[in-house]
């Protein structure tokens, strides 16, 4: 059995214990209210990542996976990669209108439609991954953002952690802020705009598309996840600098996306059985991650002498400085966008105070 089938097992074990109560004391009928609907689903999952590239897009794998253990084989999904189906930046709109059931991307890509739908994927400078699920699941973030996707008929769920990303892959050193003026990066959401602020060219590429566009001159730098993921797409064959820390993405979120009605005609068990797969895939990115960055950095450098650099302080003072502006006026003017906007500042502010004598500190001083 797989990873995806122990985990779904787990799950199950866990749901069923928590919820049913003890087998002999169900009847035949009870029995056959609790699962009355055996209604099989088919649904069709669409995504922004290339098929099965590693951690972004296994994840929707592993949870179509877990989905079909833990919901008896009800529901159905099948997984496709960008391009499969529709191109990766239409994964919102072709889910929204019911192409697809259910979407796996991350918020900022749709920030052209939405602009303040970038802070629940990440905020420059903003929170870590542990902020983010607590400011989502323990902090009214997910409320919010589900109101944010209801008129697109779409529901949306936390599906995936990267961890505080690298800065990004370049051919040329960084020593000082003049060294990004005109530079042509891939850099999305918030932290693109930021970029383009500090006096370069942020391009918006969907991940597919980064190798090629780098190897011919399109960009002369690209950001991606982090060393597992960059190893993956190559970018050490023909980016020489790798730079961190990723101050535009400390701890992105990537979404699943549901559509609505499709949601709706789920029976409750099926509709939690999504939610509660979605979770554990949410921790899961993070934790494999975590695990295999480190491996594949050390790799990086020593297999493959990819030159690691920090970018300079004042270097990331003034990009800090354009980040509070713009995540500010990305909070626009209307009544949504600002309760948003106070909700993710309030909270950050707390759990930044909380985390300096916490996380940081302990980090520090081990
Ligand atoms: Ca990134």
């Given amino acids: 059995m797989g990873w995806g089938g122990r985990l779904a097992c787990a799950l199950t074990v866990l749901l069923v214990m928590a919820c049913a109560p003890p087998e002999q004391s169900v009847s035949g009928a009870e029995a056959g209210s609790a699962s009355a609907d055996e209604t099989v689903h088919h649904w069709k999952l669409i995504t922004t990542w290339p098929k099965n590239l590693p951690a972004l897009g ?6 179509a996976d877990m989905v079909d253990t833990m919901s008896r084989g009800r ?28 979407g796996h991307g991350a918020a900022y890509y749709w920030r052209g439609k939405i602009p303040i739908a970038a802070i ?3 905020v420059p400078f903003g929170l870590t991954a542990q902020e983010m699920n607590a400011w989502l699941h323990h902090g009214g973030g997910m409320e919010l953002w589900r109101e944010l996707y209801e008129p697109f008929g779409l529901i949306p769920m936390a599906s995936g952690n990267t961890g505080v990303q690298m800065a990004g892959w370049f051919n040329r050193e960084i020593n000082s802020i003049d060294d990004i003026q005109g530079l042509k990066m891939r850099i999305p959401g918030l932290g693109g705009e930021v970029f383009q602020r500090a006096g370069g060219v942020a391009v918006a590429l969907p991940g597919g598309e ?6 011919t001159g399109i960009i002369d730098a690209t950001e991606w996840v982090g060393p597992y993921n960059d190893r993956a797409f190559g970018l050490h064959t023909i980016a020489k600098y790798y730079y961190y820390p990723g101050w535009h993405e400390p701890g992105a979120t990537l979404e699943a996306i549901v ?7 789920l029976s409750p068990d099926l509709r939690r059985i999504l939610e509660v797969a979605s979770r554990a895939i949410n921790q899961d990115m993070l934790d494999e991650l975590t695990a295999k960055n480190s491996l594949a ?5 020593e297999t493959h002498g990819v030159e690691l650099r920090r970018l300079p302080d ?6 800090k400085e354009i980040s509070r502006e713009v995540v500010a006026e990305a909070a626009g003017e209307d009544e949504l966008s600002q309760r948003i906007y106070r909700s993710f500042e309030a909270f950050r502010e707390n759990v930044v105070s909380y985390h300096e004598i916490s996380e940081k500190a302990y980090i520090n001083a081990r």
Avoid: C, H, W
């Fill in 58 to 63: 296994t994840a929707p794998e592993r949870l």
């Fill in 75 to 102: 529901l159905k999904i099948k997984v496709y990669g960008a391009g499969e189906l529709v191109p990766a930046f239409e994964v919102f709109d072709a889910v929204s209108s019911g192409t697809a059931e259910m």
């Fill in 120 to 122: 629940f994927s990440t």
């Fill in 210 to 215: 980064i190798f090629t566009a780098l190897q």
């Fill in 259 to 265: 559509n609505t009605q499709a949601f709706e005609a």
């Fill in 297 to 301: 950095l050390k790799d990086l450098m």
């Fill in 314 to 319: 004042d270097v990331i003072a003034r990009l």
